[in-house]
């Protein structure tokens, strides 16, 4: 113990009165760091030589925004199967928003190492440095490992790719369709963005930005600041995000009609259930951190498409803890839950409670 004791400082030490034990923890955390550090370059080795767009066959299950949700992530694999007994395709967004986007990203690139083949990571807007710079993963990142491990993240972030097409009748996205395509190709030459202005540029900002609009825009309109913008010789509403495009029916169908698509799938909003489809089901969106926020009470979900394109849901109730306060909210989300287990003679409406 003596010489235990003349360890503690040394006259002239960088880390002069560290203990035995603290000197412990630095090195445990270095270690560690380095550990990290491997993964992270070991996962963007693996997505450098990807293209922008992926080529992926179906059986498939296909996971909207997670949001450092790790408990949600976790639930679903508990439901379905862990890779690689499960070929997944996440739609990006991995980060931002909850407390545990390091280790949903660690998880996922883990994952991406050990069953390259079976898990697809597309990039979603909050992989993009100016968005998680802001909304969470930077303090996050920064709190856990230092900044230089967030700025070492942004060299993976900007080797996902943008979109997927699935078989040949889907095409998965995080955020939209873009306009300024031609054909295919446009999809096939497309490079991936790899600093904060080319993220803002082209086809990409569509694909991790658009969004599909109800309203009466049929085509495409900018997504603008201001609370009305011109769509032909229309003014209408719209969600601002001040970024990319909005986009209709007549533009959906025109772009599905011209590919030769089925269904386009993509994350990036919210959904009470879960999941959304609209414009007669050519479009679905698939949302999976439940209870987004600590302060929404939808569900979060999870599409599976089957070897002959069948659609089905596993649907995840977020999970409230009863108090006289919520005690509303609680019995709405309670009714939902029941019309959402509803039979349906669709098959493509098959949900799956956990």
């Given at each position: 113990m003596s010489k235990l004791k003349e360890m503690k400082s040394r006259t002239g030490d960088i880390f002069q009165g560290e203990t035995v034990d603290q000197l412990a923890h630095r090195i445990?955390?270095?270690?560690?760091?380095?550990?990290?550090?491997?993964?992270?370059?070991?996962?963007e080795s693996i997505l450098k030589p990807l293209p922008a767009m992926l080529e992926i066959e179906h059986p498939l299950t296909i996971?909207?925004?997670?949001?450092?949700?790790?408990?949600?992530?976790?639930?679903?694999?508990?439901?379905?199967?862990?890779?690689?007994?499960?070929?997944?395709?996440?739609?990006?967004?991995?980060?931002?928003?909850?407390?545990k986007a390091l280790e949903v990203s660690l998880l996922l690139f883990c994952y991406k190492v050990r069953h390259p083949h079976m898990l697809h990571l597309l990039r979603g807007n909050h992989e993009c440095m100016k968005m998680n710079r802001l909304y969470g993963f930077h303090e996050e990142v920064a709190r856990k490992r230092g900044s230089t491990m967030w700025r070492r993240y942004q060299n993976v972030f900007n080797e996902l790719p943008l979109c997927a097409r699935v078989g040949q009748r889907i095409?998965?996205?995080?955020?939209?369709?873009?306009?300024?395509?031609?054909?295919w190709d446009s999809f096939r030459e497309l490079k991936k963005?790899?600093?904060?202005?080319?993220?803002?540029?082209?086809?990409?900002?569509?694909?991790?930005?658009?969004d599909p609009t109800q309203d009466k825009c049929n085509v495409f309109a900018m997504n603008m600041v201001s609370d009305r913008a011109s769509c032909g010789s229309l003014n209408v509403?719209?969600?601002q995000r001040a970024i990319s495009v909005i986009f209709g029916e007549k533009?959906?169908?025109?772009?599905?009609?011209?590919?030769g698509l089925s269904l386009i799938v993509r994350a990036h909003e919210v959904s009470q259930e879960g999941f959304n489809f609209m414009f007669d089901r050519k479009i679905v969106t698939v949302f999976s951190a439940p209870y987004y926020c600590g302060n929404d009470t939808n569900c979060g979900a999870?599409?599976?498409?089957?070897?002959?394109?069948?659609?089905?849901?596993?649907?995840?109730?977020?999970?409230?803890?009863?108090t006289p306060e919520n005690t509303e909210v609680v019995r709405q989300m309670e009714n939902n839950y029941k019309t959402l287990m509803a039979l349906s003679p669709d098959p493509s409406e098959i949900y799956i409670m956990i």
């Open positions: 445990i955390e270095h270690v560690i760091d380095r550990v990290l550090l491997l993964n992270l370059f070991q996962t996971v909207g925004d997670i949001h450092g949700q790790l408990d949600a992530l976790i639930r679903y694999f508990d439901a379905v199967g862990y890779p690689p007994k499960v070929q997944f395709l996440f739609l990006g967004d991995y980060v931002d928003r909850g407390a095409l998965c996205m995080h955020g939209g369709i873009p306009q300024n395509y031609k054909s963005p790899k600093t904060p202005k080319k993220c803002d540029e082209g086809l990409q900002v569509d694909l991790m930005w658009a509403m719209f969600q533009a959906l169908t025109d772009f599905m009609k011209k590919l999870i599409m599976h498409v089957s070897p002959s394109y069948e659609i089905s849901f596993t649907v995840l109730r977020p999970r409230m803890i009863l």
